[in-house]
């Protein structure tokens, strides 16, 4: 009996392993296959090779993506630039007042939520939950004729607005929900120590809540780079797109053979993601770690 039993656990761990191996393949396969082909010197990914790194790699993709298109290199003709680096520039400057935006709107008004009573409270609260049973896609023409309106299509400042005040209801929310679980015996020892309510706000209850500060950060931050629809639908001209949509239009139609440069691209992208993950990581590692007072 106890030799079938471990005969058993035998046969589960080793399928639970081959399962678990062929998910960590199927991962990053694809990683290792896209950073293979921004090191390849060809253009098409015909010449690439199932495993992934090239015989001889080369630097060649990364040249033609960062070059400017009105500073082609001289002597040559197969080299074309690109807005590749505008393209990086508007997208984080996007991302960035973005994530500004949306954590000071989105933490303030969750810790409203949270703390205070007013007229209205229960139906704005319900508002923003029927809100989110909406795709954002549905408002589409709707956001296009307000941004036509206040003059901000093909303007950054017209994909921001969009991007925080679509964030609102849900963030809100989430904020709202940990805010809580935030003791208010806090609150009450600073007020008793002549905190007023904006100093006891920013000083006592906002790091108190720093894990989820940067969660939001985290997520604020990285929807610009994802996003495709709303980009292509309000951006124009070309010194104004995002790279979402530069690197599309690199791929786009028959004609164009630029899969390995855009492979480049997008290993390039990955760079402030890892970045901004170890180090966020770790600092909701050591705001998990605190000794904040929970309810």
């Excluded at 002597?75 to 505008?86: E, P």
């Amino acid at each position: 009996m106890i030799k079938s039993q471990r005969s058993g656990n035998i046969v589960v761990k080793f399928i639970l392993h081959t399962v678990l191996i062929i998910n960590v393949f199927m991962v990053l396969y694809p990683i290792a296959f896209t950073v293979g082909a921004a090191f390849t010197k060809t253009n098409s990914l015909s010449t690439t090779r199932a495993v992934p790194w090239p015989k001889e790699p080369s630097l060649y993709q990364f040249k033609r993506l960062l070059t400017p298109s009105d500073r082609i290199v001289k002597g040559t003709t197969d080299v074309r630039g690109t807005n590749y680096i505008r393209w990086y520039k508007n997208t984080l400057k996007i991302a960035i007042w973005n994530t500004l935006i949306t954590v000071c709107i989105c933490a303030t008004t969750g810790y409203i939520f949270s703390r205070f009573r007013f007229a209205g409270k229960k139906p704005l609260m319900a508002s923003m939950v029927v809100l989110q049973m909406f795709p954002s896609f549905i408002g589409m023409i709707a956001t296009y004729v307000i941004l036509w309106r206040i003059n901000g299509l093909n303007t950054h400042w017209g994909l921001i607005l969009v991007y925080a005040t679509g964030s609102i209801p849900y963030n809100a929310w989430m904020m709202k929900g940990y805010f809580d679980t935030v003791s208010r015996s806090i609150e009450e020892a600073a007020r008793v120590d002549g905190a007023s309510p904006f100093v006891t706000y920013l000083f006592i209850i906002l790091p108190s809540v720093k894990s989820m500060i940067m969660f939001l950060v985290l997520t604020s931050f990285t929807a610009p780079w994802m996003d495709f629809i709303f980009p292509r639908l309000i951006l124009r001209s070309d010194t104004k797109k995002t790279l979402a949509v530069g690197l599309f239009e690199l791929i786009n139609g028959r004609a164009n053979d630029n899969f390995t440069m855009f492979a480049a691209g997008a290993v390039l992208i990955a760079v402030p993601f890892a970045i901004l993950f170890m180090v966020g990581q770790k600092f909701m590692l050591q705001s998990l770690a605190g000794d904040s007072v929970k309810e």
